[in-house]
């Protein structure tokens, strides 16, 4: 049985957690970010009943940031605590609850030196993404590595977790990626499962080797992991590769990756239990026809992975993707892609209504 969890205190720390973030940012020059000019709000996007995205032309000074006092939303909201995301034209503010579907008015008054307004009006639901980029919503929350296979025995126990790459390949290479979702959906109030109504995944194809077409299949992963930060290079201790999910202490039942057993498809605590690599069941099957091009792995399966991790983050191992039957070596932009456009990114809509107001 599922266990019944209450909604964290983490929104109460926000304003501690807050004046560290922005005592280490100060040094970093904030003069010269403000002297390029004054900032303009562009947009105000309420992401849940209690929670609104603000997002600025430009960088913003972390005190001024951080005071709730620059901020007003009309009429009638209490805004709590605001929050600088690390991309420093972000800030996310915490409220007291608006009302679904009813228009608001923000203002943005200390940080842009004018009595800047924008209407914003809460949906019933709401579309976000997990990812990098300047167009997504929350950022930091990938994970991703490639298990390379070579005919170089030695080349096993290598690492790619710091390559801009991911890579699929006919002799076995392999890749991961997870999103850990649960902290964000937290933070805006929305911690069931059933508040979320579809979720998909995205990746960027760079190149592939023929053009015949390849189909990439994607299996929950049911062993912890680590990605590590090397460059192809010899796995440092706790990092993943083809041998193990943490490199000299934990290895895979079957490298890499593979130990498999019908029945096991990742949708309950049981099925983490060790004695399985990933699921039996292939949750997603895209074909990728050319380079250049995103491609989405979506549906029920995928929607249920993403309930269940949220329910259960701590078995958030997200997927292994790998070729089914392929002829040719496919190559995604992984996470350290310097084109934050191409990185990987979760799509997630989900109703908006917190759980202590329904």
Same mark, same amino acid.
């Given at each position: 049985m599922k266990a019944k969890r209450q909604m964290?205190?983490?929104?109460? !720390?926000l304003p501690t957690l807050f004046i560290l973030f922005s005592v280490c940012l100060f *040094? &970093?020059?904030?003069?010269?970010?403000?002297?390029?000019?004054?900032?303009? !709000?562009t947009s105000a996007t309420p992401l849940s009943q209690i929670a609104v995205q603000l997002r600025f032309d430009r960088t913003l000074d972390p005190q001024s940031a951080g005071n709730v006092l620059n901020y007003r939303i009309?009429?009638? /909201?209490?805004?709590?605590?605001a929050m600088l995301d690390s991309r420093r034209n972000i800030v996310q503010l915490y409220t007291s609850p608006l009302e679904i579907d009813k228009r608001y008015t923000l203002r943005s008054e200390g940080i842009t030196g004018a009595q800047e307004g924008v209407s914003m009006? !809460?949906? *019933?639901?709401?579309?976000?993404?997990?990812?990098?980029?300047?167009g997504l919503t929350f950022s930091g929350v990938i994970r991703d590595t490639t298990l390379i296979v070579s005919a170089q025995k030695q080349e096993r126990n290598y690492n790619a977790g710091g390559e801009d790459f991911l890579l699929c390949t006919p002799i076995g290479s392999v890749f991961f990626v997870a999103f850990d979702i649960m902290d964000a959906f937290d933070e805006i109030g929305v911690v069931?499962?059933?508040?979320? &109504?579809?979720?998909?995944?995205? &990746?960027?194809? *760079?190149? /592939?080797e023929n053009s015949s077409s390849q189909q990439i299949i994607i299996r929950r992963v049911l062993l912890p992991w680590y990605e590590g930060v090397q460059k192809s290079q010899p796995a440092k201790e706790n990092e993943l590769t083809y041998n193990s999910a943490m490199h000299q202490n934990f290895p895979w039942n079957k490298p890499p990756a593979q130990a498999m057993l019908e029945g096991i498809n990742g949708e309950d605590p049981a099925d983490y239990n060790g004695s399985e690599d990933t699921a039996h069941r292939i949750d997603g099957l895209t074909q990728i026809e050319a380079a250049e091009t995103r491609y989405i792995w979506k549906g029920t399966l995928v929607t249920d992975a993403a309930r269940f991790w949220l329910t259960y983050p701590d078995y958030s191992y997200g997927y292994l993707f790998a070729l089914r039957d392929g002829t040719a070596s496919v190559r995604f932009a992984s996470k350290e892609h310097p084109d934050e456009t191409r990185r990987p990114v979760l799509t997630i809509r989900y109703h908006t209504r917190v759980e202590h107001n329904e």
């Open positions: 964290s205190n983490r929104r109460r !720390l *040094e &970093l020059g904030t003069s010269a970010a403000t002297s390029a000019g004054t900032p303009h !709000l009309e009429p009638d /909201v209490e805004i709590e605590s009006t !809460l949906p *019933e639901t709401m579309e976000i993404t997990f990812g990098d980029g300047q069931e499962e059933t508040n979320i &109504l579809d979720a998909s995944i995205s &990746l960027y194809a *760079e190149s /592939v």
